[in-house]
């Protein structure tokens, strides 16, 4: 009943996160920064609910597990479309996951990959600042993380009170990436004490597969300048 009710739960909440994220992506389309402020912190409190769920999934034992292990085959979280959705409108682009999803899902998931992500939202509006001479390429491809970005940001955590809302819209997106590498590393290592080293129920190697995943960054830029800094 508890690993049911946990994975309900966590679709619900992540049904409410890409609905905050998009409204906050057409916000920052129109350069109405406040109200996406709004969203994003919304978001933020989301996945702060969502860390702090693994801690009443961490009561459940190996034996405990092994109980229903049987039950439900190869399903898998690989399988929840919301979840890629969400990093899809972060950023990552992924395609080979769209190809585990048919029907509304699958459809869902094509047209995120073929529009701008949060993180070009914000590019975008960098460009329309003057800060990046052109964010201009193909959606569906992978982010490739640049000097030129990082400058730009750069030049707005070196002048705060100049580009105010562009620092606020900075802060905003590393607290939703440090919530979701958070949210990761939790994943991580419940599964760890569950089911220690064994493959995963959806096919992977299991707890090496979530390491990887662990290094995955949406907006590297805004981690590369704490660095410049
Ligand atoms: C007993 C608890 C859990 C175990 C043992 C477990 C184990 C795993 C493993 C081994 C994977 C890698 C893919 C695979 O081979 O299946 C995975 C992926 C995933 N799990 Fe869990 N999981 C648990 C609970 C949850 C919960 C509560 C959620 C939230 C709804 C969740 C969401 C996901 C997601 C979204 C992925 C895909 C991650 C990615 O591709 O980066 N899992 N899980």
């Known amino acids: 009943m508890m690993f049911i009710v946990i994975h309900q739960a966590t679709e619900l909440w992540l049904k409410l996160v890409t609905f905050e994220t998009r409204l906050a992506m057409r916000h920052i389309a129109a350069d109405d920064l406040g109200p996406a402020f709004k969203a994003l912190a919304r978001v933020a409190r989301i996945q702060h609910v969502l860390i702090e769920s693994w801690q009443v999934l961490s009561t459940m034992t190996p034996t405990d597990y092994l109980t229903f292990r ?8 690989l399988q929840s479309s919301q979840y890629r959705e969400i990093e899809f409108l972060l950023g990552r682009r992924s395609i080979r996951y769209v190809d585990m999803f048919d029907g509304d899902n699958r459809a869902r998931l094509e047209n995120t990959l073929a529009a701008a992500s949060l993180y070009d939202e914000a590019l975008l509006l960098l460009e329309r600042r003057g800060l990046l001479v052109s964010v201009d390429r193909d959606w569906s491809s992978e982010h490739e993380p640049s000097d030129e970005v990082t400058d730009a940001w750069l030049a707005v955590y070196l002048d705060p009170a100049r580009h105010w809302d562009l620092y ?3 802060e ?7 919530a979701f590498s958070r949210w990761r590393y939790e994943h991580y290592q ?10 995963g129920s959806g096919g992977t190697s299991g707890l090496g597969y979530l390491k990887r995943a662990l290094d995955f960054v949406f907006f590297p830029e805004l981690w590369a300048v704490r660095t410049r800094l």
């Not at 419940?190 to 064994?198: L, Q």
């Open 168 to 170: 606020e819209l900075a």
């Open 70 to 77: 049987s039950l439900f085959g190869s399903a898998s979280g």
């Open 172 to 178: 905003k997106l590393v607290d939703v990436e440090h």
């Open 190 to 199: 419940t599964v760890h004490r569950i089911i220690g080293s064994k493959p």
